[in-house]
């Protein structure tokens, strides 16, 4: 499994902005996520499909102003994966047969060469939607989206509250570090040793906050959490007629091209 | 062991910096408190006594040795350092166990380690709760283990953050009697601490830090004096103190003992 | 839009709670053993203590929704294993609910049953989105099987099971020690601890 960056403290991607991107509802922006892949993955194959889709994208990052983020995303994210796909597929994939340049005794094929940059472009398609998504849509707004359309208010508590306490749990990550080096913790031995050492890290930090959240469910019980009736909020989130139309058409798109994928 | 501050800077990335230009002086067996407010950088100042945090400029020298190559595996050894929060380090277990954690560390022979961890959970009062889960006792004496755990690293330099936080008046009694043991070993007692009153007690020299510079470093007596000093580094004076010189006495009690004698000098 | 069955059973507030902290957890773990510099990733242990702690559904849930949170504020790509996550939280929840989380021993064979699963529903993400590669370091392990003449299937299931073997035992394992060390008063709030540990 590819290990996404750790980044440090709340950085969220989201760039503040004014654009029509960033204005359209949230759950417009992640049905088109949606209807991406399945064009990529069930809809009609071959490169032009895939090239439209990436040009769109980024048609819509530009008017959005967030192209120049968008574009450095993609090469931080892509360039490992793209050396890794064409030098491991040309040189290695299994139906390779043309050659189409040597390096002495290592042969680089064609096979894998196309079949690399298909995959690469199919992946670009759907990152750069989702980066659309990412890019313009602030995190409150999304979950002020799911508790007005009527879903659960203890789903937007699981989205809301971990980017909340996260900055707090980077701060004790390093004092319980601290506090460990202190007292002689070896995180320089051998294999096994260092093996041990997770667990006087962890423990603290899992027993710490376990004992800590008992109260905080209690705050939560005072709340109202599990209080029955309609939840108000602050935040609220323009719609439209259009947009819901446009919500529907992707949906069935997305439904037609699922059964169309299904009967082929 | 005999600790050397000359000319420490200290800052986070390229921010302003948190330690401005720090140079002191601690001799063997003393016990000295770090006090100003929040934010002062008392707890940056601690953290580079152990290698946790290395000084932008400045050498640190303990018994004349220069520190700034030596691990923080290889000096915590030589000074333990206690965390605020006892949550942040108490990962077994067993009281036992977690009073053992550190001396295990430091790889000291078995039979020495039985013998520190008894004695610094006798000094706090833990015999009884060895065998319990840290985590179902209550916080204060969660703190008490953190407290013994440290002692019981048998280190020459003891660094303590804000030992009183949270404890009790007895708990405070038995931390009184702990420090008069470590005096009594010669060791060199660093205290980090917002609890006047337990500083102006027990600690006969305090260091003020204020924005990150060194405002004061001499004897308690003097800086609960100087109104001008405690007002820069936003601290008040001990309720004693305060008391003392609302009754106008010449030489303002740090101790009700001091208060009842000065009171009994005054009444002849 | 139909809403998920899932999301329609109520959970208590000290599962919610614990969800919440877990995913945060999820999240942040890896920087806290980073200094040993293990290959560990350490980022399914809120999941599999979810799973063990409050069952199946609320473990494939706390996995699913730290991925997709993952998605929005780092690194789209991680949305796209949130399946994978969820598997890690629903098998954490039915081993613990069969009793495999009460020894030493049971736990590492927990983590092996949680490496087959997840080796399960990775690989096919792996194969048809990435086309076996992920731009991470095990790709060093898919480029020499692939070079000992295994085909790409092969040389991705290879792949997962060995970068995820090491990880999720380590994982299992730490899971049960701190289950094992819950203070009596936190178990008897979280009940099911009992059942699923002694």
């Known amino acids: 499994m590819p290990q996404p960056e750790k980044q440090s403290g709340n950085a969220t991607l989201f760039i503040a902005g004014k654009s029509w991107l960033h204005r359209l509802h949230p759950f417009n922006k992640l049905l088109y996520i949606l209807l991406t892949g399945v064009i990529i993955y069930a809809g009609p194959k071959g490169w032009p499909v895939e090239v439209f889709l990436i040009t769109l994208n980024g048609i819509m990052a530009l008017t959005g102003g967030v192209f120049t983020a968008a574009w450095r995303l993609l090469w931080r994210s892509l ?23 040597s390096f002495g005794r290592l042969h680089f094929y064609q096979e894998g060469f196309v079949f690399a940059i298909n995959v690469l472009l199919q992946l670009n398609a759907v990152l750069t939607a989702s980066l659309l998504f990412v890019f313009c849509t602030h995190p409150a707004d999304l979950i002020s989206a799911i508790s007005q359309a009527g879903w659960p208010p203890s789903l937007a508590y699981l989205l809301s509250s971990p980017l909340l306490l996260l900055p707090l749990m980077h701060t004790r990550i390093r004092t319980i570090q601290a506090a460990q080096r202190s007292r002689g913790l070896d995180s320089e031995g051998n294999f096994f040793k260092r093996f041990l050492a997770l667990f006087p890290l962890v423990t603290p930090l899992v027993l710490g906050a376990l004992v800590e959240m008992e109260q905080r469910s209690i705050a939560l019980e005072i709340r109202g959490f599990n209080a029955p009736g309609p939840t108000t909020s602050w935040r ?29 | 062991m005999q600790i050397r501050l000359e000319n420490i800077i200290f800052r986070y990335s390229a921010g302003v910096p948190v330690l401005n230009d720090i140079s002191l002086d601690i001799k063997k067996g003393e016990r000295v408190a770090l006090i100003g407010h929040n934010g002062s950088g008392k707890t940056t100042l601690a953290k580079h006594l152990n290698g946790l945090l290395r000084p932008a400029a400045g050498t640190i020298r303990i ?47 078995e039979g020495r380690i039985k013998i520190l961890v008894a004695e610094s959970l006798a000094l706090f009062e833990l015999l009884p709760l060895q065998d319990c889960n840290p985590y179902d006792l209550g916080y204060s004496e969660r703190k008490r283990v953190a407290l013994a755990s440290i002692i019981a690293m048998d280190t020459p330099i003891l660094v303590l953050d804000e030992p009183t936080a949270g404890m009790d008046p007895r708990e405070i009694v038995l931390l009184t009697g702990a420090l008069e043991k470590l005096r009594e070993d010669y060791k060199t007692v660093i205290i980090i601490s917002h609890d006047m009153d ?40 001990p309720q ?22 000065n009171w009994q000098r005054r009444a002849k | 839009m139909a809403r998920p069955e899932i999301l329609k059973s109520k959970f208590s507030s000290v ?34 203590l979810v799973g063990i702690l409050a069952g199946p559904i609320a473990g494939g849930l706390t996995g699913l929704l730290t991925n997709l949170l993952w998605g929005l504020i780092s690194s789209p790509v991680a949305a796209a294993f949130a399946p994978v996550a969820m598997v890690i939280g629903v098998i954490a929840g039915l ?65 997962v099971f060995t970068s995820n073997l090491l990880d999720k035992v380590a994982t299992a394992l730490l899971a049960w020690s701190i289950v094992k060390a819950l203070p009596e008063r936190t178990a008897n709030r979280l009940s099911r601890v009992k059942s699923a540990t002694t």
């Open chain 1, 79 to 101: 360039l490992p994966l793209t050396l890794f796909m064409i030098t491991i597929h040309g040189f290695l994939h299994a139906d390779n047969r043309i050659i189409l340049f």
């Open chain 1, 236 to 264: 609220t989130i323009a719609d439209s007629t259009g947009q819901q139309a446009a919500r529907w058409t992707m949906f069935f798109l997305i439904i037609l091209l699922i059964i169309g994928r299904i009967f082929r």
């Open chain 2, 63 to 109: 018994d004349g040795r220069k520190t700034d190559t030596e691990s923080v595996a290889r000096l915590s050894g030589i000074v333990a350092l206690l965390f605020q929060n006892p949550d942040d380090m108490i990962a077994k277990r067993r009281v036992w166990d977690e009073v053992a954690f550190g001396p295990k560390n430091l790889a000291y022979p």
């Open chain 2, 198 to 237: 337990f500083i102006a007690e027990l600690v006969p020299r305090v260091i003020c830090l204020a924005g990150g510079k060194k405002r004061f470093d001499g004897l308690v007596r003097q800086a609960f004096q100087d109104q001008s000093l405690l007002a820069v580094c936003g601290l008040l004076q």
């Open chain 2, 240 to 261: 004693i103190v305060r008391l003392s010189t609302y009754f106008r006495q010449t030489e303002p009690a740090l101790t009700p003992v001091e208060f009842l004698e």
């Open chain 3, 15 to 48: 599962t919610l709670a614990l969800i919440a902290f877990a995913i945060v957890l999820n999240m942040a773990t890896g920087q806290l053993v980073s200094l040993l510099k293990l290959p560990i990733f350490l980022d399914s242990i809120g999941t599999i």
């Open chain 3, 95 to 159: 081993c613990a609910r069969y009793g495999l989380f009460k020894t030493c021993w049971l736990a590492i064979i927990s983590g092996l049953i949680i490496t087959v699963f997840n080796a399960i529903v990775a690989v096919p993400i792996r194969l048809y989105m990435f086309g076996g590669i992920t731009g991470s370091g095990a790709d060093f392990i898919t480029a020499y099987t692939l070079a000992l003449g295994k085909d790409l299937f092969g040389s991705v299931v290879i792949t």
